[in-house]
T-cell receptor, first 111, second 115 residues
Framework: KNEVEQSPQNLTAQEGEFITINCSYS?????LHWLQQHPGGGIVSLFM???GKKKHGRLIATINIQEKHSSLHITASHPRDSAVYIC?????????????FGKGTKLSVKP | EPEVTQTPSHQVTQMGQEVILRCVPI?????FYWYRQILGQKVEFLVS????????KSEIFDDQFSVERPDGSNFTLKIRSTKLEDSAMYFC?????????????FGPGTRLTVL
């Protein structure tokens, strides 16, 4: 049983397209993280959300706690956005750092 | 901007050998973590560390694993007797205070290959 589900698994887009990646989770959470994993393997934290919406540049993350769902949006996508995007949740009541990860969404943006 | 560093970037070892993976967390951070990612699979939590002791560990973190902060800067993960299935990418992370709403900063990872 996967506590964190992401969709789609793979996504190919043309440069400039608006992209949405979805994350659903089945546990009560304290926080949700969106991470970016580069082709070389390194992981970068994009957002940490506990409610509402956050925006950073062309990236927007939203969370609906009642529906146990979060989305990551990329506006005006660019080939450099190509990466694996990972959703990870901190279980409510869990200790700090014990994140539960989704399998990731592999995004490829074509020029 | 401060960052988490890890060495080596790639470690190849023979089955049964001991390996030590090293991490230098961001200097004013208090919580440290190790994660692993087997090729093609999702990232998995191994252990969290605070105030010189393990805060929490997963089922994966069995007796063959240990963590240590030997000095004021390094944070190490030791695997005593490596198995083939230990081959994975190992990520270190740190956070300022370990609070539930803290951002974790990840290192670039060490790719461990067990032959």
């Amino acid at each position: 049983k996967n506590e964190v589900e992401q969709s789609p698994q793979n996504l190919t887009a043309q440069e400039g397209e608006f992209i949405t990646i979805n994350c659903s989770y089945s546990v009560g959470i304290s926080a949700l993280h969106w991470l970016q994993q580069h082709p070389g393997g390194g992981i970068v934290s994009l957002f940490m959300l506990s409610s509402g919406k956050k925006k950073h540049g062309r990236l927007i993350a939203t969370i609906n706690i009642q529906e146990k769902h979060s989305s990551l949006h990329i506006t005006a996508s660019h080939p450099r956005d190509s990466a694996v995007y990972i959703c990870a949740v901190l279980n409510y009541g869990g200790s700090q750092g014990n994140l539960i990860f989704g399998k990731g969404t592999k995004l490829s943006v074509k020029p | 901007e401060p960052e988490v560093t890890q060495t080596p970037s790639h470690q190849v070892t023979q089955m049964g050998q001991e390996v030590i993976l090293r991490c230098v967390p961001i200097s004013n951070h208090l919580y440290f973590y190790w994660y692993r990612q087997i090729l093609g699979q999702k990232v998995e939590f191994l252990v969290s560390f605070y105030n010189n002791e393990i805060s929490e560990k997963s089922e994966i973190f069995d007796d063959q694993f240990s963590v240590e902060r030997p000095d004021g800067s390094n944070f190490t993960l030791k695997i005593r007797s490596t198995k083939l299935e230990d081959s994975a990418m190992y990520f270190c992370a740190s956070s300022p205070s370990g609070g539930r709403l803290d951002t974790q900063y990840f290192g670039p990872g060490t790719r461990l290959t067990v032959l």
